[in-house]
């Protein structure tokens, strides 16, 4: 069974940077084509995707966030980071980290967490 | 960046209606559309992914079909647990980044 688990701080300050880690178990993304991604979702907004790492250390960000975001992995923990800099209230938002379906990439995420609200705010 | 467009952005429909969402790609994407059901406070859920198959265990009354710049998501007779928020995603083989629609909240008529 798969699954993925959010955690973090609920509250950060502007200017601070934020730290979120992905939990998951039922796959490992030492596995050949396993790929995890982050996505965020401001209230009563649409989704936004963040980033992604792959199986093979490959990572790719968001061009509009790309200075700011840092994704990383602890194969041994199975574990992704997201480090997120510079906190503005415009970054509120529930951010979740989802699984990318299939060992050939079909673009679609098919197992998320349950996502955690981290909001900025002084 | 490629923008996806959502029709419409809200829906009212009553139980055993044919409902059908729309999704336009700024440029063609092929295959690359996914659609997901949200419910409020909950994480989306997959339901179809290359534009027109089906995640399992996702009842057959969904449905997706295009390719190219429009898609089409379909549910055949909507259902009371139906009601939700829908969205299409495109993934950008090219740039490997990933874009969502707006949303379609189909409602209760």
């Known amino acids: 069974q798969v699954t993925l688990k959010e955690s973090g701080p609920a509250l950060v300050k502007p200017t601070q940077t934020l730290t979120l880690t992905c939990t998951f178990s039922g796959f490992s993304l030492s596995s050949s084509g396993m790929r995890v991604s982050w996505i965020r979702q401001p209230p009563g907004k649409t989704l936004e995707w963040l980033a992604r790492i792959d199986w093979d250390e490959d990572k790719f960000y968001s061009p509009s966030l790309k200075t700011r975001l840092t994704i990383s992995k602890d194969t041994s923990k199975n574990q992704v980071v997201l480090t997120m800099t510079n906190m503005d209230p415009v970054d509120t938002a529930t951010y979740y980290c989802a699984r990318i379906k299939g060992a050939t990439n079909t673009g679609a995420f098919d197992y998320w967490g349950q996502g955690i609200l981290v909001t900025v705010s002084s | 960046d490629i923008q996806m467009t959502q029709s419409p952005s809200t829906l009212s429909a009553s139980v055993g209606d044919r409902v059908t969402i729309t999704c336009r790609a700024s440029q063609s994407i092929s295959n690359w559309l996914a659609w997901y059901q949200q419910k409020p406070g909950k994480a989306p859920k997959l339901l179809i992914y290359k534009a027109s198959s089906l995640e399992s265990g996702v009842p057959s009354r969904f449905s997706g079909s295009g390719s190219g710049t429009e898609f089409t998501l379909t549910i055949s007779s909507l259902q009371p647990d139906d009601f939700a928020t829908y969205y299409c995603?495109?993934?950008?083989?090219?740039?490997?980044?990933?874009?969502f629609g707006q949303g379609t909240k189909v409602e209760i008529k």
């Open positions: 995603q495109q993934y950008n083989s090219y740039s490997a980044t990933w874009t």
